[in-house]
């Protein structure tokens, strides 16, 4: 797993999110009306075939936690993950990028991610 802490080129670990796993729970439920679609399970095991993956998250948000996790849980799975986490970013910092520099700076770094990832896959194609 790659864990890139934008702005001080330091790595970042959290010790907790702010939101308890109740309250976690319960928010699920109203998105999935109690189902237990094992599509909706982030415990990725190793075998598994899975995609590489980036997680952008900011660290001034509620959920820096769970991504920093579900970005080791794919590491252990034997997936690629990159994980950027950017200074002083609220949570879908991205959608204001006429106000926040580093919302365009967020989508750049998606954009290289998916071009690297395709490049990849077609030489691998081929």
């Given at each position: 797993?790659?864990?890139?802490?934008?702005?001080?080129?330091?790595?970042v670990r959290h010790?907790?999110?702010?939101?308890?796993?109740?309250?976690?729970?319960?928010?699920?439920?109203?998105?999935?009306?109690?189902?237990?679609?094992?599509?909706?399970?982030?415990?990725?095991?190793?075998?598994?075939?899975?995609?590489?993956?980036?997680?952008?998250?900011?660290?001034?948000?509620?959920?820096?936690?769970?991504?920093?996790?579900?970005?080791?849980?794919?590491?252990?799975?034997?997936?690629?993950?990159?994980?950027?986490?950017?200074?002083?970013?609220?949570?879908?910092?991205?959608?204001?990028?006429?106000?926040i520099p580093e919302s365009r700076?967020?989508?750049?770094?998606?954009?290289?991610?998916?071009?690297?990832?395709?490049?990849?896959?077609?030489?691998?194609?081929?």
């Amino acid at each position: 797993m790659t864990v890139h802490q934008y702005g001080s080129g330091q790595s970042v670990r959290h010790s907790g999110s702010t939101a308890t796993v109740a309250r976690a729970r319960a928010v699920v439920d109203l998105y999935t009306d109690g189902s237990a679609d094992p599509r909706l399970d982030l415990r990725p095991t190793c075998g598994m075939t899975l995609p590489p993956r980036l997680i952008q998250v900011g660290d001034a948000q509620f959920l820096t936690a769970d991504s920093i996790e579900l970005a080791d849980r794919l590491d252990r799975a034997g997936a690629r993950c990159e994980l950027q986490v950017w200074p002083d970013q609220m949570h879908v910092f991205h959608a204001l990028a006429a106000l926040i520099p580093e919302s365009r700076s967020a989508y750049r770094a998606a954009a290289l991610f998916i071009t690297t990832n395709l490049d990849r896959a077609a030489t691998l194609a081929v």
